[in-house]
């Protein structure tokens, strides 16, 4: 893990936030090639379930909404985390996260409050900080961060950044049904950004207070639907997803939440897991099916009727299927499961073996040498064409020798280094070098770019 996070600082994936003022605490900035991988996750996500579906619509709501939102979905009352203080040190701590790293998760999901304080006595739960073992009592804190609209700071104008995107879908069913007449069943698709006053975020851009999901929320009429079947197709749909990102299939594995580990409104929730160097860890929820307590919910708290009228005349609130993925996790998972070392000649080599379609940077261009005009002038040229043909980022990189700029393209992923040499002045080629086998290949410039496009692809 240390390994991928000097990598991805050095090499401008992902930098600390604020970090001339000395950073604040697990925010990260993506760089000029973590911004170019994040967006081509994004891509691919946004391809499988919206462009290549029929029954998938997009949506990009308001982060901010109107507060009764959070009241309905139960967030206000109910989304928050069991925090304790150690009366020796005043550390903050989450219960469960402690008992968790001790009895394992399976022994802390669903429990009470009142459950956690048992087991932190009896487990002789100590401060990670003091080594104490002097607890404050168990309290929720509430996850949402609290802003203010407007120009007074009262009760009034009291509104959050949404803690998750879903939401914003369901709020919108009832437009998108009246403009579009979208037959069921269907689904909304959308990408934005959420926000979680996390306790104890870390692991990197695992855990973060400000973060990025990509939401579907799949709704159905359950009395002419087989919710069994379609909770395995979405199923399907996520691992099928997860496969075009490149991740390695032994890092993964599919888990079904035990009924103490359901919230209140699922009937069932199936993982996509990651083994992670600090172990395995939720990738994405595959599919989780929510009822139709959201639909309901708002419909109660709004006035409005969210129900769908079938064939027959009858009236019914849609259920609905929830797969949901995070970009900055996904990204992680793929900078590690991509990350590779092997020895060349003597020397360490990094790469990054991203697939093409996820790599952020699809191709660079070199002269041999930076010093003989004819050769820049040609990489030029070439370079210029190659950026207008090719789909993603092409980059030129004149500087230092050619090993060393191989070398620094390796360890950003780029799958092909094109090199114009002397010789390429004389028959019109150039030098094509593969980044996992180091293979280099001379190739015509007039086929540059089918050759290319068909590598890419």
Known sequence: MDKVVALAKRRGFVFPGSSIYGGLANSWDYGPIGVELKNNVKKIWWHHYVHLRDDMVGLDAAILMHPKIWEASGHVAAFGDPLMDCRSCKMRWRADKLLEEKIGVEKVAGKSFSDLSRL??????????????DFTKIRNFNLMFKTFQGVTEDSESLIYLRPETAQGIFVNFKNIMDVYRKKLPFGIAQIGKAFRNEITPGNFIFRTREFEQ???EYFFNPEKSDWKKLYEELKKESWAFIGKLGIKKDNLRLRDHEKD????YSKGTTDIEYKFPFGWGELCAAVAYRTDYDLNQHEKFSGVDLKVQDESGEKYTPHVMEPSFGADRLTLTVLIDAYSEEEVKGQ????MKFLPRVAP????VFPLLANKENLVKKAKDLYKTLKQEINGLVVFDDRGNIGK?????D????????????????DEAVTVRDRDTTKQDRIKIKDLTSYLQEKLS
């Open 120 to 133: 932190i006595k009896e487990e002789k739960i100590k401060c990670p900080n003091c080594g104490k073992n």
């Open 214 to 216: 990509m939401e579907i």
């Open 261 to 264: 580990e359901l919230s209140h």
């Open 348 to 351: 360490k080599r990094v790469f």
């Open 361 to 364: 940077v699809k191709v660079a």
């Open 405 to 409: 700029r191989y070398f620094a393209q």
């Open 411 to 426: 360890e950003i992923g780029t799958p092909f280094c094109i090199t114009v040499d002397f010789q390429s002045l004389e």
